[in-house]
């Protein structure tokens, strides 16, 4: 399949997951996943008309982002350690993984010194998986309130992971819980929420269906919709 049979595949099944639960197709984004793929395949990507580009390591992504000028809103989603932030901020936009304090004040530290805002996740970690990252979900509210004073630290929404399965099906209550967990910290979080949080990124390409079903706003798609290799 040429990527533009790619994307208007994954266009047909978003669509569909949205009608059968009833959401607005303009309530879901798609963050193309380029890790596995070079920079000409993401511009490739970028030239078909999808915006958001994820990466998961700032040693790749990089040489990318530059390879490419920074065309692309860019959208950081593997583990984050403090000291490749510097290489982050300032050219991803979104940081999916945001799932400790100090990484949180790391994130302010630089864009206050740019003069931008970083746009957040929290990463979850709803299945308990010891290999997940993510904060376990009665943390996320405290992490809220501790990162609420940040002025350029944006948190917009939850992130998870599901437990890698052949059945979809078994990842809808790890998505759903994210959705419920968005609902609690938008109704409590003791009332550290100047903004609800509006963003679910949760369903890669075994499982967005489902994750669109559940509400997922953010999908990130790598193997199915740009592949895994060269060749498109
Ligand atoms: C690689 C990756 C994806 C995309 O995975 P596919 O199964 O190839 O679609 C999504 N999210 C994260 C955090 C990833 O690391």
Redesign the pocket.
């Known amino acids: 399949m040429s990527l533009k049979e790619r994307i208007e595949m994954v266009e047909e099944r978003i669509q569909a997951a949205c009608k059968r639960s009833g959401r607005n197709r303009d309530d879901v984004n798609i963050v193309a996943?380029t890790?596995?793929v070079s920079a000409d395949m993401t511009r490739s990507v970028l030239e078909e008309g999808i915006l958001h580009i994820?990466e998961?390591r700032p040693q790749a992504a990089v040489p990318k982002w530059e390879a490419l000028g920074g065309q692309g809103i860019w959208h950081f989603?593997?583990h984050l350690q403090s000291n490749k932030v510097k290489d982050v901020v300032g050219r991803f936009q979104y940081v999916?993984s945001l799932d400790r304090l100090s990484l949180a004040k790391e994130l302010e530290k630089r864009a206050a010194a740019l003069d931008l805002t970083v746009s957040a996740f929290l990463q979850v970690n709803v299945s308990g998986e010891a290999s997940k990252q993510g904060v376990a979900p009665e943390e996320a509210a405290a992490l809220l309130r501790e990162t609420a004073g940040l002025a350029h630290v944006k948190i917009i929404g939850l992130m998870t992971?599901a437990p890698i399965v052949d059945d979809p099906e078994l990842a809808r209550p790890v998505f759903r819980k994210l959705r419920e967990l968005r609902d609690e910290l938008n109704a409590g979080a003791g009332g550290a929420l100047k903004e609800p949080l509006t963003e679910l990124s949760m369903g890669?390409?075994?499982d967005f269906e489902v994750a669109i079903e559940e509400g997922a706003t953010w999908v990130?798609?790598?193997?199915?919709?740009v592949g895994k290799g060269e060749k498109t």
Do not use: Q
Request: hydrophobic share 40%; charged share 10%; aromatic share 6%.
């Open positions: 996943v890790k596995y994820g998961n989603i593997g999916h992971m890669m390409s075994g990130r798609l790598g193997t199915l919709l």
